[in-house]
């Protein structure tokens, strides 16, 4: 970024007006809406009820209901008929309700919307978002916290987005919507109204496969996304004040495309590192981010890599999600170990 | 709109006929010009020549598993006999009958079938998807595209087509329920084949008819003698002109039989009763088509052995000229994951490239040795 485009960006940001993430996504939807009269919206009450948690109010009034529309209850059937408009040369953005849902749309997602392009030999794309919030700490029912990337990991042909900040989602998610190919752009719950940043009024984007130095350091590095970027800060933030450690935190912002030049380089320098993620640990991120900085930098390593994830259990009942999900707690004694000479 | 063969089908537990096994009229027959009649009875027997032919080079090792379509040739050209050039087709791998009357060319199925992705030849003004093979998931596409078509205000409607086993999947339901709800200009077709592999049609649904489903999902539903090419197109172009006019979607089940293997890899004397066999030999649909033209003088055995010949000839010259093209780069597989390679597709990209060198240098240094 050029002095010029910074100083703009942060002239711009002084004046802008401070957003939850559910409202800088709304305002993302409401953009592309206007420059793009092929985008239309659909889902379970997203119509005039806004959502379940009102990422899409008033769209319907704006846009009308042939652009913004309730569907049956049927997950497999909104991701299907998503694929076909795509095919047809809209640009849909479907919502899940809770990602947890999504394993009932999963074949048309990742037998359909991911191969679509080799099975037409590029004469058919499938340019669509897949909207869905995901992740604990709401005390929600059964299959209403999960942490779904690591199946859409192993999905080729699906980009994954997960926006850890209100500014991240209204930019991640513009380039969501003009990616030529699916993407599964995943909300965290608990972030929706958790706090508020200044969020630009007008349309930008943040390039997907980017990830973002949240805090420079060089004594070890700390991956994170989506909720647990907050979690990261706040550990890094205590063992500092303990030790004195200078502690890099990245942002991932989204797992594919990854940005693993940043992480390599990141970790070439620090020499230990620890991911943190909600979703299980077997086959997550964390052990996907393990292998590449083995294959990339471990001669750089001073100590194994840790991971600090939700345990590999079905997500638990309500009162027993603050031991499984990771707290600052947990990563930061994962730090302290990593320290340790 | 006032459409005779719904009218008279909304009772859905006799088969719409046109001709009967002699190939005589028993209800009136549509509108259609004697040159067309013909084209149609051509691409009956190319459905069912181009059939056997890949059966053929799959025994020679030079094509990949095929499902054949004999048997089921009316319902294949009748379905997509009646459809205009800016409609959507999407079916299974049984389905090709239709996308080759629909204008995907022989060569581009051949070139696909020996085991290559599809290429320009698989021509995007037929409005084709690629034939699915996780049946019933093509139906909720193809609802998905008749409700962009009615977003974008133009006159394409689209038409779905799934065979028996296919209706069991929730795919399939859903695809009816989101059709009827949204109204959207689709045609879906169930070609009631028998049999799903080995499971026979009794095990799909205790309805008697899977046309009658029609009913639970707000749209009329359509019985009709699926080996009678006459009654499947009349009953394709009043369902079409139903969507195109925003009267909204309508379900069709053809029944028709099977009479080859569910695939090259199928062994049928396995499950299917011989009395099956002989029962549906006396429905051949080309036999029932062939009489009622050659009785009006639309065609007669010489000119039928013409055509024979023809396609034939169509058939192989399309055959060795896929053979004897150059075959795309081995790599190219990974420009169709994303429109554009990621960094680290780029690097595996390299790997496989890297391999392919060698085992070219293997190849290059056996030679000389």
Redesign the interface.
């Known amino acids: 970024m050029s002095i010029a485009t910074a100083i703009n960006q942060e002239a711009t940001l002084a004046t802008a007006p401070k957003l939850t993430m559910i409202e800088a996504i709304n305002s993302a939807l409401r953009l592309e809406m206007e420059r793009d009269e092929r985008v ?1 919206m659909f889902g379970e009450d997203i119509g005039s009820n806004g959502g379940v948690f009102r990422v899409t109010d008033g769209l319907q009034t704006r846009f009308g209901p ?2 913004v529309f309730d ?2 209850l ?1 997950e ?2 909104i991701i ?11 640009r ?1 953005i479907p919502e899940i309700q809770f990602a947890g849902f999504s394993y009932v749309a999963f ?2 997602l990742a ?2 919307a991911a191969h ?10 499938c340019p669509m978002v897949v909207r869905a919030p995901y992740g604990g700490g709401v005390k929600t029912p059964e299959m209403h916290s999960e942490s779904v990337e690591g199946l859409f990991m192993q999905t ?2 699906l ?1 994954i987005v997960i926006p850890s900040s209100p500014y991240d989602a209204k930019g991640l998610l513009a380039a969501a919507v003009a990616d ?2 699916p993407v599964i752009f995943l909300e965290n719950i608990k972030m929706y109204r958790s706090f508020k940043q200044p969020v630009p009024t007008e349309r930008y984007v943040l390039p997907l ?1 980017q990830a973002a130095v949240i805090q420079e350091g060089t004594d070890l590095s700390v991956f994170a996304y989506g909720a647990m970027v907050k979690v990261a800060q706040d550990a890094a933030k205590s063992v500092h004040t303990q030790t004195g450690a200078s502690i890099e935190i990245i942002d991932l912002r989204s797992i ?3 940005d ?2 940043t992480i390599v380089a990141s970790v070439t320098k620090t020499g230990r590192a620890v991911v943190v993620h909600e979703a299980p640990r077997m086959g997550g991120l964390g052990a996907e981010l393990v292998a590449i900085i083995n294959e990339n930098c471990l001669y750089s390593l001073l100590k194994p890599v840790l991971r600090v994830t939700g345990y590999d259990i079905p997500y638990p009942h309500a009162f027993l999600e603050d031991l499984y999900l990771p707290t600052p707690t947990r990563v930061a004694q994962a730090i302290l170990d990593t320290l340790e000479d | 709109m006032e459409l005779a063969t719904l009218n008279n089908l909304e009772r859905t537990d006799k088969p719409y006929q046109i001709l009967d096994l002699e190939g005589q009229l028993v209800s009136d027959a549509p509108t259609i010009a004697p040159t067309q009649l013909v084209a149609m009875h051509r691409w009956m027997w190319l459905t069912r020549m181009f059939s056997d032919k890949i059966v053929a080079l799959q025994r020679q090792g030079r094509a990949t598993t095929f499902g054949p379509l004999n048997g089921q040739e009316a319902s294949a050209v009748g379905i997509a006999a009646p459809l205009l050039t800016q409609d ?1 087709l999407g079916g299974s791998y049984r389905e090709v009958g239709s996308y080759m009357v629909k204008g995907i060319a022989p060569r581009a199925f051949i070139h696909g079938l020996r085991g290559y ?3 320009e030849l ?1 021509s ?1 003004e037929a409005h084709c ?2 034939f699915q093979i ?1 049946i019933a ?1 093509q ?11 009615k ?2 205000g133009s006159d394409a409607i ?1 038409v779905g087509v799934c065979g028996d086993g296919a209706s069991s999947e ?2 399939f339901n ?2 009816l ?2 059709a009827g ?1 949204f109204k959207a200009p689709a045609v879906l077709v169930v070609v009631n084949n028998g049999w799903a592999i080995s499971v026979p049609r009794r095990l799909q649904s205790a309805a008697p008819t899977f046309a009658a489903r029609g009913v639970g999902f707000g749209m009329p539903g359509v019985l009709v003698d699926g080996n009678d090419v006459l009654a499947v197109y009349k009953t394709m172009s009043e369902a079409a002109a139903r969507a195109r006019a925003g009267d909204g979607p309508t379900l069709v089940e053809c029944i028709t039989y099977r009479t080859g293997a569910h695939t090259t890899a199928d062994d049928p004397t396995r499950y299917v009763p011989r009395e099956d066999v002989e029962y549906w030999k006396e429905r051949d649909p080309l036999v029932r088509f062939r009489r009622y033209l050659f009785d009006r003088q639309l065609l007669d055995e010489s000119g039928e052995k013409e055509m024979v010949a023809g396609i034939e000839a169509e058939i192989n010259e399309a055959v060795q000229a896929d053979e004897a093209e150059t075959l795309p780069a081995a790599d190219a ?1 990974f ?6 390679l ?3 597709l780029e690097r595996q990209r390299g790997e496989m490239r890297r391999e392919i060198e060698a085992i070219e240098q293997q190849r290059l240094e056996r030679g000389t040795h």
Do not use: C
């Not at chain 1, 299907?80 to 809209?90: E, I, K, P, Q």
């Not at chain 2, 139906?139 to 078509?149: K, R, T, Y």
């Not at chain 2, 420009?335 to 554009?340: I, L, M, N, P, R």
């Open positions: 239309v042939k652009r569907t049956p049927a497999s059937g299907g008929t998503a694929v076909g408009m795509a095919v047809a040369g809209l849909p074949n048309q037998s359909q679509i392009r080799l099975r037409s030999g590029g004469l058919y794309a080729p042909g980009k030529p190919d496969g594919v495309p990854l693993e030049e | 959507w992705p599809l290429n698989y995007p998807l690629p996780v998931t139906m909720l596409h193809i609802v998905g595209i008749a409700m962009a078509e977003i974008k689209a929730g795919d859903e695809a329920n989101f709800v597989v420009d169709y994951a994303f429109q554009e990621t960094p680290r």
